[in-house]
């Protein structure tokens, strides 16, 4: 490809509103140009990787027995309706209405449409399992478009969907799914973990993302220090090992405590430790107040009372909320005294709370010495709270550590959730109609460029892997004016590409600024041709190292496919 009429823009400065380096080499590189808020053009360059980044995933998924398919991107909502998601998903599901006022939703998922293209055209046991997948735009309303293509709008995405007559099947379909990832960021030369994961809008047990390292990740990963156990911090198990003191129980006290809200004004305030407080919060949950315990030094997890009532809406209490069932302020909410009909449930370490403080639920007022069951009592005990560093691992190995992920994949269990409200059926061998059980599978095609790039970068720009970059070689002619230099560049031109996918400098412009856009567009391999034209000399660059190598163009191929080899 010639340079000289490539539409690949590249530009100086940073531009103001890029804040990460990904989202900065994106554009400075000419990769992608921005529409409208989080949509994006991607230019020629972008357009290449994104398709490198394709190629991989449809290797992996045909080896791994899926079927490729194409999806329409505009769903009817009726199929949303009798999946139950119409009004779950929330506002990031983007709906329209046709000319007859029909409505339709713009694909962020495609489960509801799987599940009856397959409902409608299997019905026997012989035909499962199967495996179908696409490569297709999705759209989700984003409050915050942000990061470019990590969080936008519009972007690309693989999702796969697995339909298995057993368990067993699934848990095989699964695997599969599992180990094919495994592959696929391991080709794309990601640093990476598998983390168990919270299934969210999606539904479904037994799920891991995909978590590239990241200090830009918008989400933080607990592991050990010991061993493979890797989870989102969001739904990581927490190890109930805590000590009760065998200190005397004390009176309880009601002190003053005027405008002390926070934990750490108490701790100043009432001269106690962290630990020593019973935070309590009142949650709605499905319209519902619950009051939820945790110690002082901890926070509670939503996502793990959200799972402890079979995943329902819960949300925080407002100020209103929280007058209208416990007549007090937030800030000095406590367990004394909660009117009949609130449920009241703590994380584990509460338990082992001695003379604890708390909240007098009633302005700028807290108890002392508060001891459980003494006092209070509590409906149940259950691991509600967030996990911190230094933790135990919950397999037992080690202590956890945090690190910040970009999600790029995540892989469900749905079971039957979406097959039995849709009716996807088979008859089995005895001709008894069973329910399919199914598997989902994402990648987020365009975010996996991106946390390529944040990876893969250097202070002069983008550093391709071999196996995405948009071209192999940057075969660069110094100085077209040259009639030595312009007619070498343009014979390596014709013999190299029939090997390699080339990018041709042959522009007009100074050696200055063609060498700080190679640097910057990150070809792995740079050809320049330039004073030792006329020996056939040329100097070949390793973008990766920076290695410089003097080569006569007698060796040029060959000493092209050893440096390969190295990179691979």
Same mark, same amino acid.
């Given at each position: 490809?010639?340079?000289?009429?490539?539409?690949?823009?590249?530009?100086?400065?940073?531009?103001? =509103?890029?804040?990460?380096?990904?989202?900065?080499?994106?554009?400075?590189?000419?990769?992608?140009?921005?529409?409208?808020?989080?949509?994006?053009?991607?230019?020629?360059?972008?357009?290449?990787?994104?398709?490198?980044?394709?190629?991989?995933?449809?290797?992996?998924?045909?080896?791994?027995?899926?079927?490729?398919?194409?999806?329409?991107?505009?769903?009817?909502?009726?199929?949303?309706?009798?999946?139950?998601?119409?009004?779950?998903?929330?506002?990031?599901?983007?709906?329209?209405? =046709?000319?007859?006022?029909?409505?339709?939703?713009?694909?962020?998922?495609?489960?509801?449409?799987?599940?009856?293209?397959?409902?409608?055209?299997?019905?026997?046991?012989?035909?499962?399992?199967?495996?179908?997948?696409?490569?297709?735009?999705?759209?989700?309303?984003?409050?915050?478009?942000?990061?470019?293509?990590?969080?936008?709008?519009?972007?690309?995405?693989?999702?796969?969907?697995?339909?298995?007559?057993?368990?067993?099947?699934?848990?095989?379909?699964?695997?599969?799914?599992?180990?094919?990832?495994?592959?696929?960021?391991?080709?794309?030369?990601?640093?990476?973990?598998?983390?168990?994961? =919270?299934?969210?809008?999606?539904?479904?047990?037994?799920?891991?993302?995909?978590?590239?390292?990241?200090?830009?990740?918008?989400?933080?990963?607990?592991?050990?220090?010991?061993?493979?156990?890797?989870?989102?911090?969001?739904?990581?198990?927490?190890?109930?090992?805590?000590?009760?003191?065998?200190?005397?129980?004390?009176?309880?006290?009601?002190?003053?405590?005027?405008?002390?809200?926070?934990?750490?004004?108490?701790?100043?305030?009432?001269?106690?430790?962290?630990?020593? %407080? %019973?935070?309590?919060?009142?949650?709605?949950?499905?319209?519902?107040?619950?009051?939820?315990?945790?110690?002082?030094?901890?926070?509670?997890?939503?996502?793990?009372?959200?799972?402890?009532?079979?995943?329902?809406?819960?949300?925080?209490?407002?100020?209103?909320?929280?007058?209208?069932?416990?007549?007090?302020?937030?800030?000095?909410?406590?367990?004394?005294?909660?009117?009949?009909?609130?449920?009241?449930?703590?994380?584990?370490?509460?338990?082992? %709370?001695?003379?604890?403080?708390?909240?007098?639920?009633?302005? =700028?007022?807290?108890?002392?010495?508060?001891?459980?069951?003494?006092?209070?009592?509590?409906?149940?005990?259950?691991?509600?709270?967030? %996990?911190?560093?230094?933790?135990?691992?919950?397999?037992?190995?080690?202590?956890?550590?945090?690190?910040?992920?970009?999600?790029?994949?995540?892989?469900?269990?749905?079971?039957?959730?979406?097959?039995?409200?849709?009716?996807?059926?088979?008859?089995?061998?005895?001709?008894?109609?069973?329910?399919?059980?199914?598997?989902?599978?994402?990648?987020?095609?365009?975010?996996?460029?991106?946390?390529?790039?944040?990876?893969?970068?250097?202070?002069?720009?983008?550093?391709?892997?071999?196996?995405?970059?948009?071209?192999?070689?940057?075969?660069?002619?110094?100085?077209?004016?040259?009639?030595?230099?312009?007619?070498?560049?343009?014979?390596?031109?014709?013999?190299?590409?029939?090997?390699?996918?080339?990018?041709?400098?042959?522009?007009?412009?100074?050696?200055?600024?063609?060498?700080?856009?190679?640097?910057?567009?990150?070809?792995?391999?740079?050809?320049?041709?330039?004073?030792?034209?006329?020996?056939?000399?040329?100097?070949?660059?390793?973008?990766?190292?920076?290695?410089?190598?003097?080569?006569?163009?007698?060796?040029?191929?060959?000493?092209?496919?050893?440096?390969?080899?190295?990179?691979?």
């Amino acid at each position: 490809m010639r340079q000289r009429t490539y539409l690949s823009p590249t530009l100086r400065d940073v531009p103001a =509103d890029a804040e990460i380096k990904s989202h900065q080499l994106m554009l400075r590189a000419g990769l992608i140009r921005q529409t409208a808020s989080g949509i994006y053009s991607y230019l020629p360059l972008g357009k290449r990787v994104l398709r490198k980044v394709e190629e991989i995933v449809r290797e992996e998924m045909d080896d791994a027995g899926a079927q490729e398919v194409l999806m329409p991107a505009i769903q009817p909502a009726e199929l949303w309706e009798e999946s139950g998601r119409l009004g779950d998903y929330g506002p990031e599901l983007m709906r329209l209405k =046709d000319r007859h006022q029909r409505d339709f939703v713009l694909g962020a998922t495609h489960e509801e449409v799987i599940t009856t293209l397959v409902r409608d055209d299997v019905q026997s046991y012989k035909k499962l399992p199967m495996n179908l997948y696409q490569i297709q735009t999705k759209y989700r309303d984003e409050r915050r478009p942000r990061f470019g293509v990590l969080r936008s709008r519009e972007f690309i995405m693989k999702d796969a969907y697995s339909f298995d007559i057993s368990q067993e099947g699934l848990d095989a379909s699964y695997d599969s799914m599992y180990d094919a990832y495994q592959r696929i960021f391991s080709r794309f030369k990601l640093d990476f973990r598998a983390v168990e994961a =919270d299934s969210g809008a999606i539904g479904g047990t037994d799920t891991h993302e995909f978590m590239v390292l990241s200090e830009i990740g918008e989400d933080t990963i607990a592991y050990s220090d010991r061993s493979t156990f890797a989870a989102n911090v969001e739904i990581a198990p927490v190890v109930a090992s805590y000590e009760k003191s065998d200190e005397s129980v004390e009176s309880l006290e009601k002190v003053e405590t005027p405008n002390v809200k926070a934990i750490d004004d108490i701790v100043s305030f009432l001269n106690v430790s962290k630990e020593r %407080i %019973i935070k309590s919060l009142l949650f709605i949950v499905n319209e519902e107040p619950v009051l939820v315990l945790v110690r002082g030094d901890h926070e509670v997890n939503e996502i793990k009372v959200k799972n402890l009532f079979n995943k329902a809406i819960v949300e925080l209490a407002t100020p209103e909320q929280t007058k209208e069932h416990l007549n007090c302020e937030i800030g000095f909410i406590g367990p004394i005294g909660v009117p009949n009909g609130i449920k009241v449930v703590a994380d584990h370490a509460v338990a082992a %709370i001695v003379n604890g403080v708390c909240g007098a639920n009633e302005k =700028d007022a807290h108890y002392k010495n508060v001891n459980l069951e003494r006092d209070f009592s509590i409906s149940d005990f259950n691991d509600l709270r967030i %996990i911190q560093e230094g933790d135990p691992s919950p397999d037992g190995q080690g202590v956890i550590k945090f690190a910040k992920g970009i999600e790029v994949g995540h892989v469900f269990k749905l079971g039957t959730k979406y097959s039995e409200a849709l009716g996807a059926n088979y008859l089995d061998e005895n001709g008894k109609s069973q329910t399919m059980i199914m598997g989902c599978y994402g990648i987020g095609i365009s975010r996996t460029v991106a946390a390529i790039v944040e990876q893969h970068h250097d202070e002069n720009g983008l550093v391709w892997p071999v196996s995405v970059a948009p071209f192999d070689l940057h075969l660069v002619t110094i100085n077209v004016k040259d009639d030595d230099q312009r007619n070498l560049g343009e014979s390596l031109y014709t013999s190299l590409k029939q090997n390699f996918d080339v990018l041709f400098d042959d522009r007009p412009e100074r050696a200055g600024v063609k060498f700080k856009d190679s640097d910057l567009i990150g070809v792995p391999i740079r050809v320049a041709v330039g004073k030792r034209a006329a020996e056939k000399i040329v100097e070949v660059k390793i973008r990766q190292t920076g290695e410089m190598l003097e080569v006569h163009v007698d060796d040029l191929e060959k000493t092209l496919q050893e440096q390969f080899k190295k990179l691979v």
